[in-house]
């Protein structure tokens, strides 16, 4: 029986990050940024008031210390405006945020500091120079990498790169991800089931958990364990993904089967990792690029914490992420829990927050039957169980992984 830790750099040194491509910055949220990105202009591109007032040399204000300073309001400059202004000695500009400073100009004075007076302006307290002024490159210089190669893209760094003046950027792409439910017994939930039939669970909880971990996912659906059309699916769907997961009959004679409808697309590898639930699973790298490929169990428990092991960490190195798991907390336990002896657990639970020392507890769900997917449906989090560990006490602290957040 091999280790999770085993099992889990087997499929880590099989990720296959897709060739970085280039899209519209409006399309880059979520990705990795895939070169360095130089701006090529100071932003910003111009001094510019940063508050309505208006524009004056700050020397002529420093008498406003002691009382007021009246200078006479020569113009006004709006946001946008192309036209060119000077302004003389003791004089002042009206300017709205964002407008270019008229030559001389050093500093503004805000409305709050004035009378706002639209001719003859009295000002009843000074600014220093530089005062409420954007200056030129004072938040990019051109030559200034404005967004690094690895970065994450979220929607400050959507604002810089169109600051700086990209309409496209180079990403690390989503990873494919093709997911197949393999059974005969199988309908879709736009069906009734007959007799021994049940609705298809894994290809639809499998994909969220796909998009979740931000793959770009094509739910094939049922496929029949048919092996000549089991094959030409798979065939097909390894020229189109970075990952193929199959869920459905990882173990037995389904297991098998799989293994050799696909034997002469790669060798899968059909084991027993020690953990628990989900055991039983199969990897391997089919097809001429060499696609990871997950075959996981039926129980479709067993099948969502396989993927939260094994798979998720591989769509996320596929990313680029540096660090491709979640995060994992210490939590006190509120009721006592048992495991397997020889696997590692991953036990449902639900982290929760005590209000009176802001540490973590943990409320165990479900942890009678990997078959209880309301118990997964409700939790937020995985406690982790050391392979040597059979029991933990109530008021023991454990190690969870974090879960999707829940609102």
Known sequence: MRSVDEQLARVLRAAVRPAPVRVAISEAQGLLCAEEVVAEQALPGFDQAAV?????RSVDVQSAVNESTVLPVVGEITAGSRQPRRLQPGQAVRVETGAPLPTLADAVVPLEYTDEHPAKVTVHQPVPSAAFVRRTGEDVQPGDVAVRRGSPIGSAQVGLLAAVGRDKVLVHPRPRVSVISVGDELVDVDRTPGQ?????????????????????????????SDPRRLREVVEGRLLLSEIVVIAGGAGGAAGREIRAALADLGELDMTRVAMHPGSVQGFGLLGPDAIPTFVLPSNPVSALVVFEVLVRPLVRSALGKRNPHRRTVSAGLLAPITSTKGRRGFLRGQLLRDPDNDTYLVQPLGTSGSHLLASLADANCLVLVDEDITEIAAGENVQVRFLSQRA
């Open 196 to 224: 021994g039939q049940v609705y298809d669970v894994n290809s639809y909880a499998l994909a969220a958990a796909a998009r979740d971990a931000g793959a770009e996912v094509t739910r094939v659906g049922i496929v029949s």
């Open 52 to 56: 309505d007032g208006y524009a004056v």
